[in-house]
């Protein structure tokens, strides 16, 4: 049941989310997550306004469109920073609440000249709106933003980094800013009639989110993040394409939040699991480096070599049961019971030789 | 500006005046740093000796002054400087090894359009290894402890071969093994006969670790050579009320 | 004329603006704008899913549901952000989209049922809110108003109580939590209020619009006035002004009435940016000339003062050393000069230029200021 339709989707969606993956990965870097969300929303006006100007919803038309619009939200937050010094969130809510009411008043204004059911789409996105004669021209936009990041890649990266550090060396940051920022723009503009404005934001940041927690280097996390770009991509695509009057937006977003949430948790170095077993082992060793040395203080209070400490004392040493510490130390043949005769009611514990060399040995 | 003014000075600075949001940091600065000089940069909080490296390097724009390195203006000098910022100022969980930050100080040399090459790759193993962080080359930055962020920051400076070094407080936060080694590293690139200014804030060490002194509290206090200039009445007009801090300093010189 | 109609929407609008200059004046105060943003999409999820489980579209439970969601997405965010694994920026960006997301994919499945329109979701119709009325004390009573009021009323006694306790904790959280005024939970009333406000609005302006009456009218408050008093009252006069703007020009151009009044909150802040005495373009642009000039005076004379007496004086002291050693365009340097000779601090002698006693005093003055400063930032 491979429709051309159902390719057509497949395709567009794979390579939206693998550029909204890759351009993603500097946003996350440099913590303009939001910014995204921003231009992205503040896109609609622009959308609209080419459409009523155009008179159609031709390609480049729209993205033209969006992209002016993109671009001078993305200017009006630094003036507002900048120029009047307003605090950096407050800057990203005015333009992304002002540019998108100006989108709502020009869709009514197209809704009342006829002919605009096509542009709520850009509003969640829909797959099914996207023609076999729009991959071409997608193809080779995204093609160029690519290549126009390959270039500049170590400058990017530099940039992403350490600003200051780039700029000692003499790199024109401000415009290598611009040039970035102007490419996440075309970026989120492509993605709009898949995605639509409103969720393109997480598929910017969650692909990137998700390969982060992989990765060691920046090449490897790009590459991951167009990796997870694109399944999500071509996931959301396909269950909406098939599922009846499904947005793809939604789809594609949860698609890709899955795989943030599955790196978050399960990623080897840095994901929760690994880390909280880490810390579990850790503390496991501490407690267990804690009555040994009990063991061996009370040793040489009693100038003792195999004094026996008591297991009541070690509980309220370690402030907890001692007994399962006790067994596992048991186990690995470094504590057993005393083989003097207990006294009623008590259990004591003595160092074997492992033990000692154990607690005499520099952190293991 | 094409002659060369003062050409045997390392670090030329006239006049500089530096403002912020219109109030001046930083007051008619004048300060000559011979070359061969291994100079500490020193003033209570506030001081403006971090904004004096900056100005220095055209990171923040004057109100007046000029500067010139090796007679030439900074613009034009680029490749003899190297800088190392505040450890604090980037973030360290980024995706990068560290070989991958030290190559970063080759990237204004490189150019546009050219990648790294093996040439690249030897000579920041090369640094590396003169920090003493050579089997550390492929690990991620985001596991290294303080006093190795600080050391691949100067292994970055260090890879650029510059003639002229600035670093922001490379000693704060380091434990003590790490501030030695810093130390007698940085005096290692002053007898190849480089210049190394280091904003640094602990008065103790100074007369140990530096023979040139440079005394800051938004107008040059004093500078010159530290036996001279390291002086108790200099101390008082630098840092006035916190003397009481310093009223326990031995004034030796016994570097 | 005013008829019934225009009045059911201006009344709703207004109380829109109302309550969002409330919260936001504390939103933006608080630096949380953007988590206006986040509580405004994911009540989205709060309300399908109450739908879902109860089956209640009206009433207490979807305005239960939502405030859950929304305050969840808040402080999921930034519990997701302790984990270091991510930046807050980036939390927040995945987790609201998530929950939007998944509010918008349960309502396309249950479409049927729901009758809830994901466009008016995001857009609101304002323009409608006279369908859906209630009778009350013999009059009819838009439905959406009177949720609107309710709401509204909450909002002004919460913030009338706490008004204290929500200044403090909006500029000094360590101070508030030292007082024992628990900014924590004064933050969570603030994000519960906003949630809550967001419900009862969207029917009417959608979620986007909301946004734009909670922070723009703030932010234009912040611009113009320098106390919180100052900031809600100048917040309240530009909604309410945006919302019968919006209206009327909105009705004559037949577009969105809704959107019309959300971008009419923008003139507002327009006006701010151009004419504020406080922070507005003009103001700043004459304040930044004195200061300037001033800055620039006191930059020769401090020049002038560290040479006096020594042996460069001759070379520092000429129009030369300015353009030369300060790096300042002839021009430039002529009218500081000029300034300078103006306020009597500097005098000129042929070439030469030296201070008058005027400012070798004003020079002493700014060496002891500094020292002061210093010593205060010590």
Known sequence: ?364 | MNTLHEPHIACHVEDLTVSYRERPVLWDIDLDIPPGVMAAVVGPNGAGKSTLIKAILGLVPPVAGHVRVFGQPVAQARRRIAYVPQRQSVDWDFPATVRDVVLMGLYGKLGWLRRPGRAEKAKAQAALEQVGMQDYAARPISQLSGGQQQRVFIARALVQEADLLFLDEPMAGVDAVTEAAIVSLLKAQRDAGRTVVVVHHDLQTVARYFDWLVMLNQRIIAQGPVAEVYTEDNLRAAYGGQLALIGTLRLSDDA | MLDAVALMILGTGALVAISGALLGTFLVLRGESMSGDAISHAIVLGIVLAWMLTGARAGVLPVAGAVLAGVGAVFGAQALARSKLLGQDAATGIVFPAMFALGVLLINLNARNLHLDIDTVLLGEIGFVWLNTVTIAGIDWPVAGVTLAAVGAVNVAVVALFWKEWKIAAFDPGLASALGLKPGAMGFLLLALTAATAVAAFDAVGVVLFLAFLIVPAVTGRLVAASVGGMLSVALLSGLAAVGIGYAAAFRADVSLGGGMALATGLGLLLALVASPRSGVVAAWVRRRALREEGLVAVLIAHLSAHEGTAEEAEESGPAALVGHLGWRPAHAQAVVAAALDRGVIRREGERLSLTEAGRALARAEVRRNDRRRALAD
């Open chain 1, 1 to 364: 049941m491979l429709s051309p339709t159902l390719i057509t989707v497949a395709l567009a969606a794979a390579m939206i989310g693998a550029l909204a993956g890759v351009l993603g990965s500097f946003l996350v870097l440099r913590g303009q997550s939001l910014l995204g969300d921003v231009i992205a929303h503040a896109s609609l006006p622009g959308v609209v306004a080419a459409f009523l100007i155009s008179g159609g919803r031709g390609f480049f038309a729209i993205l033209a469109g969006a992209l002016i619009a993109g671009a001078l939200a993305g200017l009006s937050v630094q003036a507002l920073r900048r120029g009047a010094g307003v605090k950096p969130d407050a800057a990203l809510g005015v333009v992304l609440s002002l540019f998108f009411a100006a989108g709502v008043v020009l869709l009514t204004l197209a809704q009342t000249r006829g002919g605009s059911a096509g542009l709520t789409v850009f509003l969640f996105g829909q797959a099914a709106s996207v023609l076999r004669a729009d991959l071409l021209p997608m193809a080779l936009v995204g093609g160029g933003v690519l290549v126009v990041l390959a270039l500049f890649w170590k400058e990017f990266q530099f940039l992403a980094f350490d600003p200051e550090g780039a700029r000692a060396q003499g790199l024109p940051v401000a415009r290598l800013e611009v040039l970035l920022t102007l490419l996440i723009a075309v970026t989120i503009v492509l993605g709009l009639t898949l995605a639509g404005v409103v969720l393109m934001v997480a598929l910017l940041i969650a692909p990137a989110v998700a390969a982060r927690q992989w990765v060691r280097g920046l090449a490897p996390m790009v590459w991951l993040a167009a990796l997870f770009g694109a399944l999500a991509g071509t996931g959301g695509a396909v269950i909406s394409a098939i599922g009846q009057g499904v947005a793809t937006g939604p789809v594609m977003v949860l698609a890709a939040v899955a795989l943030a949430a599955l790196s978050l948790l399960l990623a080897p170095e840095r994901g929760i699991l690994a880390r909280r077993t880490r810390q579990a082992q850790a503390r496991k060793s501490l407690r267990g480096r804690q009555v040994l040395a009990a063991l061996g203080g009370l040793e040489s209070d009693h100038a003792n070599p195999g004094y026996a400490g008591d297991q009541a004392m070690l509980d309220a040493y370690l402030g907890t049961d001692a007994g399962p510490v006790l067994a596992r130390l048991q186990r690995e043949g470094y504590v057993r019971p005393a083989s003097l005769p207990p006294e009623p009611g008590a259990r004591r514990w003595e160092l074997t030789e492992a033990g000692r060399q154990r607690l005499e040995a520099p952190d293991a």
